[in-house]
């Protein structure tokens, strides 16, 4: 595939198969990727075949990532340099000839037509080398399948040039029909755009060989009583790995023996190394600083969370913006457009200068057909897609497609759900008052027991605690779990609630007892929940959760970018106050529940703001659905979760800011592509249609255009983050 057309008609070739819902094909990749009912692959190839393409069908191997396409990449930029150097080195004497021939040569007739016959070889020579040859048989497969595409534009070009001059030569001995130097410069104009373009794929795809290169290549695995150096992608779920230290870990799994200091920074931001040992989930990707563990893989591949990561960039850096599509729709139906307008500047040339104007229609047709290709068009976008998203990814932001890209630019307010994003959300226990009757450990541990198959954080404290006491924890007999009001289960014969004090009054608890134990202690800062027990108030558990220590800047940089900030918690109203008041935060909402947060934020969306909503994305998946973009902290294993649009690999709110910031330059280099892009082909059509670009120009300039849009893209590397 050349360019956006080309894409556009292979994505709608295999729409047409049976059974097919959805088809994404990406340009940069020339992959395509396909959900459909009982896939039939030989099907799809044939679609393919049928547009006028080559196809085959990519076996998802073991490893995280597709170090294949790594390959294939570096396979044909050794094509394209290769090729590059053929043309350079039969285009060069074509031109030299074409300059040189009346100085070298005598002027007798048959000297000049003996150098064209040695430019007309050189040419031939050219279209059928690895060089040329790409090209027209790719034009005329384009012809045969009846579709139009770059190689077939340039195809046109060049049979016209060099149809003109065999006329000129050998017919009228005129050299106004000669273009052979021209068609020349074509095709080696094409090879050098080819080969920078694949270099500049190459260096746009960077970040994500960089992300890919987190996993080690080789690990030692037990066999037997031996330990063997194996690839990664043998290991199976199951096998037994040896981790020594200053080792990455390779895949997903659970210590079973040994002590480590595990740096996960890479994977959940976390700074510090957090010591692991047997019972505790590592993650592939992760580096072991000091001891070595042993353990046990419980996922590999493309399911471990470095390989879902890997995967959801590469299919963020597949999907396209609202803009592209529009691009694409144009760009389909550009080259048979300009087929026919070059048609009628020919005839145009002919009707205004009659039989004189021949050689005039001919070059001009030959300039409109090379200048008009699309396929910066084709570029425009996608390549900026490509690079945002792995320069994103390797600071923490995973973007899950190009429309959240999009989103992201354009909001103007951002809803923060309190816990887990502006504090830590790994609150711990403060203590717990007990209400008349009850016993402290008691109580503990069936709340704990209650909590184990919760998400909320809240319950992982609770259950962090009763380990710590050495409980050992009874299995509920019923469990139901309410988002945003608490939990209720069955355990030991006794029906234990473990929640907000809304919810367990809901339930027809009495409450009074807790009351009056707040009032005492107006401690604001902390997290309350509450415990009842068949009925009776047993417990309130006071929780403290710290606020991350960059929240209050990470708030102030949002409003210098002109995006304001909302505080929304299903917490209690005081707790929320206060945080709020500590972040400068003007709009809170306390005692929430998920379907208020839904509500709040479509409520913001109705009076014309783009929100952003920021959660954990487990306990608030429906409030981030509802906002123009949602943004998760992903934590431990859980990194590329499903909810949200963007998952922020990281501790610090700092990322959100971030990621508005690289998502506003990537759409500002968006807009001056397809601008440039558009603008390109508008002026450059009229110029070469009154013959005020020669051929060769117009091949140059057709190059520049594509390049442009490429380097443009590539600059966000350099940028992406420091420009606002
Ligand atoms: P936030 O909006 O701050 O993220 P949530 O909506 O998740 O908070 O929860 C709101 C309140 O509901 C919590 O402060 C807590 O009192 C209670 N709650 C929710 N889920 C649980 C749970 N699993 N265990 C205990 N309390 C819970
Ligand atoms: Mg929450």
Redesign the pocket.
Known sequence: MTCGGCAARVEQALRGVAGVRDAAVELLSESARVSAEAPNRAALVQAVRGAGYDAEVIQSGGGPMSESADADLREKLRRNRQALFQAIGLVLPILAIDHFRHSLWSHRPESQIAARLLEFALLVMLGVSPAGAPILVGGVRALIHRTANMDLLITMGVVVAFVSSLYGVFIVRDDAFVHLHAAAMILGLVCVGRYLETLARGRASAAMSALAARAPKTALVRRGDQLVSVPVHQIAVGDVVSVPTHATIPVDGEVIEGRAAVDESLMTGEAMPLTRTPGDRVLGGTIVTDGAIVLRASSVGTKSALGRIVQLVSQAQASRTQMQRLADRVAAVFTPIVVGLAALVFIGWLLVEGRDGLAMAMRCAVAVLVVACPCALGLATPTVVLVASGVAALRGILVRDAASLEAMGLVQRVVW????TLTTGAPSIERIELASGWDASAVLRWAAAA?QL?P?P??KAIIAQARREGMDLPEPTSFE?VP????KARIDGRDVL???AKFLRASGVAMDEAASGSSRNADLAA???YVAIDGRFAATIVLADALRPSALSAVERLSRLGVQSDL????EEAPAQRVARQLGIDQVRAGVD?AGKVAYVQALRREGHRVAMVGDGV?DAAALAAADVGIAFATGADVAGEAAGINLVGSTPHLVADAIVLARTSLRIIRQNLFWAFFYNILMIPLAAIGAILPMFAAGAMMLSSLTVVLNALRLQRRGFSAS
């Open positions: 759900d309190k816990t887990g909590e919760s909320h809240i319950a779990s945003g009001s608490g939990v473990v929640g907000g997290i309350k929940t929304l918690t299903g917490d998920p306990n």
